[in-house]
């Protein structure tokens, strides 16, 4: 079967995460995520909510902040600063898109860089595009990355194509893979909504990453034959068919996409659970810089 398991390759980061963690806390530092959502929005609540689970299941401290809607930027601003200056929390993550009222600028540059494990403060988007091994590192692309190297699919030369140039995914992806080293060495073209001809282009790419947010925007005119294909998209749409009233895609049209790859991510099961994976991974480096742990 070509399906990359992104839940199966989560799970093995997560055990070897769980090791470290274990040794953290014998220590008494064990790591602290602080997770706050502003507003109702369902899907950001299943995201909160995974998050916590997960830091739950690893043995990990957490906190979760669910923020009604009309929160000020000021009151958001003020919890940040507490968590800034509380020892046992060495991630701060804001889900993002917040409310309308609320700056996510300001609000993601009050965040301690050092406590930054989303990778969105300009300290680290700087340091990721200096190749700053010190960085944190934005989740979804360094799992979208992850899953690439634990699938032994070589970057190295390869012609990558990134649909979506959003700060959250395409851009820092567009800067992992052209790094040097693992996982990298790629040449990298970055698609948008504006691109002239997408299909052409995205038929030129070895490994095609569809971030765009467009329920099965990417058909099988846009990939060529033995490409290897992975679906940052998670979008609900209406099925009637469903129980529920809905199902989750992904950007990527899978029936008619998956029988020309050589690879590639199902929705949900791909790079969803490897986002959660990194964001796990980036607290415990949070806590060992903080407490200088090696
Ligand atoms: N919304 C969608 N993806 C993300 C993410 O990786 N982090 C945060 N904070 N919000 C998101």
């Known amino acids: 079967m070509n399906l ?14 769980r090791t470290e963690i274990t040794e953290l806390r014998a220590r008494d530092f064990p790591p602290g995520l602080a997770v706050i959502l502003v507003g109702e929005d369902p899907a950001s609540q299943a995201y909160v909510r995974s998050k916590d689970r997960t830091c739950h299941e690893l043995g990990m401290h957490s906190v979760k902040f669910e923020l009604r809607a009309s929160t000020s930027q000021a009151e958001l601003l003020t919890l940040i600063h ?13 889900q993002s ?32 595009a200096l190749g700053d091994p010190s960085a944190f590192v934005p989740c979804t692309p360094l ?11 070589q970057t190295a030369g390869a012609n990558v194509v990134i649909l979506g140039r959003s700060m959250i995914v395409g851009k820092p992806l567009a800067l992992l893979l052209m790094q040097k080293g693992l996982g990298g060495d790629a040449t990298v073209t970055v698609a948008h909504s504006r691109s002239r001809d997408l299909p052409a282009i995205c038929r030129n790419a070895d490994i095609l990453i569809a971030a765009i947010g467009r329920p099965e925007f990417v058909t099988a005119d846009f990939v060529r034959e033995g490409a290897v294909v992975i679906d940052v998209g998670i979008n609900r749409i209406a099925d009637a068919t469903k129980q529920s009233g809905s199902r989750l895609v992904g950007d990527v049209a899978f029936a008619e996409v998956a029988p020309k790859c050589r690879l590639i991510t199902p929705v949900p099961g791909g790079v969803g659970p490897m986002t959660i994976a990194m964001l796990m991974r980036n607290t415990v480096q949070a806590c060992r810089a903080f407490h200088t742990v090696a």
């Open 97 to 128: 898109p917040p409310p309308a009222h609320i700056d996510e600028a300001t609000v993601i540059q009050a965040i301690d860089p050092r406590k930054d494990v989303d990778g969105f403060h300009p300290v680290n988007v700087a340091k990721v």
């Open 82 to 94: 507490q968590l800034n200056q509380d020892p046992a929390i060495h991630g701060i993550l804001v």
């Open 143 to 153: 799992g979208c990355q992850r899953l690439l190297v634990e699938s032994n699919v």
């Open 4 to 17: 990359i398991d992104g839940k199966a390759i989560a799970q093995k980061i997560l055990s070897e995460l």
